[in-house]
DNA sequence: TTGTACGCGTTATCAC
DNA sequence: GTGATAACGCGTACAA
């Protein structure tokens, strides 16, 4: 006999009981609130004049579970406290909603169990589809077989893996420390160092590729690069700056760091070593978190469009869902923009 | 007929595939599989082994249907992309997972009309409940009215309205501003300012309260106290700062700011005025944003428990939907944590 | 143009 | 301990 709704709780208003006062079936009002052609206008009228004045809400849950799609969207990210990330998560919502879907978050924390927890999480929720940015840690791909098994369509944005075969939005990571490099060589530093991410994440690898193409391109010796790894957001990051730093004869006149967080850090370290910015040390970020404006001296760095990746990732996701035709899965990859500040 | 799955599509496992295999009924295979007192262990154990061989996902879309109650929790809020509030996200999606829901979130971009629209669709997908912090232009109610009609609960928290009944979750902030006061008058300045929040907004009015407080506790005259009112994260923080530091005679030797950023933009007035950090201006912001310690000098400021609330909040929504005993409505007011730095 | 009837996958009630 | 069966609210072939 179903759940009893407890005695406050008002019934919600439902097709139904819209039909029974209009005295017409449940099928017409369905159809008239979801402007069926076939349906006749004065109907239409008075169906969505009731709907209004008693102030119905469609059951999306029903009408998911009998449409078997759901206006949902899952996203996994590592974590929302970035700002790239909380960017990106904007631009998905705004298209997201643009078209009629919802977005549900999640965050796996830069832990591999909890993005596999996610994932199926999310394919209980029925999610039309899931926008994901992989962990450090994901090396094993299975999770996302899985969802290919159960047909569930997802795109990777910006932390992608080469090994899977799906739709990919990313920045174009070569082309971008590419360019920050060549700054620095125009700008006249002889000694440019590298404070590199995990060079097993794609990421950090394209970055590391370009800053030794801009090298070789503009007659320095790659041998002679001093490029350091460090594990990103890390104290880690401090270490291998004053690591850098201490080197007395080969001591860089800048640095190129894989991020703005990184640079953040190396800036300390300059600053703990008494030195100046950028007259000792010339400094360099990647992202442009907005912190980079309030540190002294500003911080150069290379914008990221990371509210862009995210609408072009939902975009990718939308069309997806739209046509069967998952002929070739596309990989764009965005350009970035330079922002010269007082660091360089 | 129903719709039919495309051709390509495996059809999802359900729990009438995993009774037809076993050769038992449904209702017996979904008691087993949410570990139901009265089933034989032997039949739960062979329907749990089954499951997990067909990698069997539960649909809860028809689960929530048929329990008219998801699993799911909507949160709202003005922006993703402040660390405030990106963190509270943070340990409300913590708490909702340790209880098995899953939330879903809305950007209302501080925007009155987006915060109506999202209340309607999170009630459309039948959440749970709602945790919500209001938008700055937010005034008009009646939304939330309605949410109390259709009877889902919700929790405001940060943000949050005197006249509206509903579990609270805000940080003390009369406190807060009252020790940051108090901090810099210990320190010795004697012609403190405040550059605050619009005073409607309850947020600003309530440091602003702090503030004269602490002066007049002191021994300070709350008459000669230069106030000025500015809108948040605008250049108009800029402006007012600029205002405030041209004053020849009177110009104050200490700035508490209603807010970090509201903070750095007072420092970059600051410094393109000549002056320097904190012997001819001391400063003081409010939250503890991450840039806080970046920025040179890094900044004093009040820590802000973002986690915690977001925890909070989460907690007294999941408390309103176990007893339905609304008798009293809850109103948390946590504590904040002068965080001393070279800025002061 | 409208109505009938059934299915979506799960849960809950009641009888056995 | 287990099995029918009727909901939950909506969408949709098919018939009228």
């Given at each position: 006999m179903g759940v009893q709704f407890p005695f406050f709780m008002k019934k919600p208003i439902t097709i139904s009981d819209i039909a029974i006062k209009l005295d017409i079936s449940k099928s017409t009002v369905s159809r008239a609130l979801k402007d069926h052609p076939d349906v006749n206008p004065e109907t239409k009228r008075r169906v969505k004049a009731l709907a209004e004045k008693l102030d119905y809400e469609p059951n999306l849950l029903a009408s998911s579970l009998a449409k078997k799609q759901s206006n949902l969207i899952g996203v996994i990210l590592p974590e929302f406290n970035r700002t790239f990330f909380s960017s990106a998560l904007e631009g998905i919502q705004h298209v997201a909603r643009a078209n009629g879907f919802n977005v549900i978050i999640c965050q796996s924390n830069e832990e591999f169990e909890n993005e596999v927890l996610n994932t199926k999480m999310l394919a209980s929720n029925k999610v039309a589809g899931i926008l994901m940015s992989l962990t450090l840690q994901t090396e094993d791909f299975s999770h996302l077989r899985k969802l290919q098994d159960k047909n569930i369509p997802f795109v990777l944005f910006d932390r992608v893996a080469d090994n899977v075969d799906c739709p990919k939005v990313t920045v174009d990571d070569f082309q971008g420390a590419y360019q920050v490099t060549s700054h620095l060589i125009k700008k006249g530093y002889k000694n440019i160092a590298h404070l590199s991410g995990p060079l097993g994440l794609s990421i950090s690898k394209k970055r590391y590729e370009g800053f030794m193409k801009a090298l070789d391109d503009h007659g320095f010796d790659q041998a002679n690069a001093q490029v350091y790894e460090c594990k990103l957001l890390n104290e880690d990051a401090y270490h291998s700056a004053r690591k850098l730093l201490e080197l007395?004869?080969?001591?860089?006149?800048?640095i190129f760091c894989v991020s703005d967080y990184v640079a953040f850090e190396a800036m300390r370290c300059i600053r703990d070593l008494g030195l100046r910015i950028p007259e000792d040390v010339a400094l360099a970020g990647f992202t442009n978190d907005p912190a980079t404006n309030y540190v002294t001296p500003p911080l150069t760095t290379m914008e990221q469009p990371a509210k862009l990746i995210g609408e072009k990732a939902c975009e990718l996701l939308l069309q997806h869902l739209k046509s069967e035709e998952h002929s070739e899965f596309p990989h764009l990859e965005l350009p970035t923009n330079l922002i010269e500040r007082g660091s360089t």
């Open positions: 007395n004869k080969d001591r860089p006149d800048a």
